[in-house]
């Protein structure tokens, strides 16, 4: 099944400085989903954007939908260490009720 | 606070056994899956349920059986481990009618079989 892929594999930066993850998918979805996950632990739900939004903003997060280029990107502003994690998109394609995972970016955020 | 809760934190199996990884939630969830992580693959869906004793095939269903008697609960079944089964297995759960929403993980289980 089309899977989004993210862009980078891996990012490093320091504390402070923005994070932009990509993602790029293949057909048409309803929506795309963002997930964070700590080393070896479960992934957790950090945003949702619908094919018919543009933006949207949580906290330090905004998250960007372009359908035109099939591409959504993340944006993590002033990164802490503690935002070490791997950062997963998810799309529902459309007529399909489940997600498919991309293979992830892993952030690194050095103090 | 919400909760999916896997039985197991790291298991380790031998080739032919069965295995059993049970994931029960507390949040009175409709749906739930079960998903697998690979090294460089991502996350792969195995199956999933939509109801009590009702069950679909995700992406990678061969090797794996799933049981719903509960609506809680939610077991993925190896009939007969292998090598190439070792991996995280990560079950998560979603609200009817949004079970192409927002999931929620259990911690995962790192399943090891020699």
């Known amino acids: 099944s089309q899977q989004g892929e993210e862009d980078p594999q891996a990012l490093s930066i320091q504390e402070g400085e923005n994070a932009t993850m990509n993602c790029s998918y293949k057909?048409?979805?309803?929506?795309l989903q963002w997930y964070r996950q700590n080393s070896g632990r479960g992934l957790v739900h950090l945003i949702l954007?619908?094919?018919?939004?543009r933006e949207k903003h949580s906290g330090r997060l905004r998250v960007t939908l372009d359908t035109s280029k099939k591409s959504s990107s993340l944006l993590i502003t002033a990164s802490r260490a503690a935002d070490t994690a791997s950062y997963f998109c998810a799309t529902v394609l459309s007529g399909y009720s489940t997600l498919t995972f991309g293979k992830g970016t892993m952030l690194l955020v050095s103090p | 606070d919400v909760k999916v809760t896997q039985s197991s934190r790291y298991l380790v199996k031998r080739t032919g056994e069965k295995v059993f990884l049970e994931c029960v939630q507390d949040?009175?969830?409709?749906?739930m899956f079960w998903y697998r992580q690979d090294p460089g693959l991502g996350l792969r869906l195995i199956y999933f349920?939509?109801?009590?004793?009702?069950?679909e095939k995700g992406d990678i269903p061969e090797g794996y059986s799933v049981s719903r008697e509960k609506k809680e609960r939610f077991s993925l079944i190896l009939e007969s481990a292998s090598t190439n089964q070792t991996s995280m297995y990560l079950c998560?759960?979603?609200?009817?009618?949004?079970?192409?929403?927002?999931?929620?993980f259990g911690s995962g289980t790192q399943l090891s079989v020699l």
């Open positions: 349920s939509y109801d009590v004793k009702m069950k």
């Open positions: 998560a759960s979603s609200l009817q009618g949004q079970s192409n929403e927002k999931l929620f």
């Open positions: 057909t048409s979805i309803n929506n």
């Open positions: 949040m009175d969830h409709e749906n």
């Open positions: 954007i619908r094919s018919n939004e």
